[in-house]
């Protein structure tokens, strides 16, 4: 059930508009991860819907109540949304337990009782039960980062709203503590906007995501439907690694430099019924993992029967499972290998010169100069040629 909706928004800086016909359908419950380059005004999307923006045209209801319309501006304290910003924002005169407290009524002696428990009970849930005597300074960002989401989840908001919450922690403090956030949103059934500009964020966390270009909208889905069919290459190589080659529509296929490929056309290429016709030229466009490498067997030999340095590349060593089957194969020859731990990606040159790369699990990787075969583990995209 769509909770927040966002109908043609357009909002503007004075003269300059930097949001045009924003839409965007949140579902109760759900974590919608905003992702695209900066200043594309995934920032002022945020602030509109907290209300500390103005929108020049559009709609914004959560659940019944109609927030922002024309003539309709409700104040961000009615709104019923917490927030949750980049740094941390704490009040640095307050303990960490009046922070968690900050929005919670505490006039009448129930209020007060209530508050204190709560605010012990988000102590507990953002793991620092025993912190909330502290003084902000005494945190470090992680830390501060979990006060500033108890202290936004404290009086049970209709939406959290989460501006790049884990830009300024260090990379492995980061992805502990998204995984942890994102697991304490689902738990609390939040329905949670986030914006970001890092596209790992954005899968790993995300029930959907929205990809924002140049103040508009340019594809929503699940993680896997925008990492698999991006609707533009833009949006292809915004959220991922890309392997892109010119070539001709042929009948499902693409004929390419990694000969005929099967394909999948996308919107855009001229064509009748969406069907792309025979000649038409298209962009091809491949994830790196979509490529698979099996050693270059030319004939067949008993590996004893050979000396331990003629020996070709041990399958074990090129991460072959089951191979494909029904694809073409290609050989290639490794140039470089750009290694990267858990997996690597390999750098292939074609015959005819052209370089692509795969991306390869680590303990199976070949080595620079071997030979190997190229086959495609899924249909391609074929894109229009921009
Ligand atoms: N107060 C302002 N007055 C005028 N223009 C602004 C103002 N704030 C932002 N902008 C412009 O609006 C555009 C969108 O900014 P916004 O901060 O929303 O982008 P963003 O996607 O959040 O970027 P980042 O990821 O760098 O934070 C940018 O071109 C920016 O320069």
Redesign the pocket.
Known sequence: MTWVTVEGLRVS??E?G??ENVNLGIPRGSLVAVL????????????AVAGLLPASAGTITVGDRVVSAPGVQLAPEKRGMGWVP?DASLFPHLTVGENIGFGLPHGTRAERVARSARITELAELVGLPGFVDRAPSQLSGGQAQRVSLARALAPRPDLMLL??PFAALDPLLRSALRSEVAALLHDQKSTSLL???DQEEALSLADYVAV?RG?RLLQWGTPAEVYEHPVSLWAAAFVGDTVELDGCWSDGRVDCALGPVEAVSVDGVPGVDGTPADGTAVRLMLRPEWIHLSPAITRVVSPAALPASSRAVAPHRLGLGVEPSGTERITATVVSIAYGGHDALVSLELLGGAVIRARVAAPDLPKRGDRVRVSIRRPALAYPVE
């Open positions: 800086y004075g300059t930097v949001l695209g380059p900066s200043g594309c005004g995934k920032t002022t999307l945020l602030r980049q501006d790049e914006v970001t500009h924002m103040g």
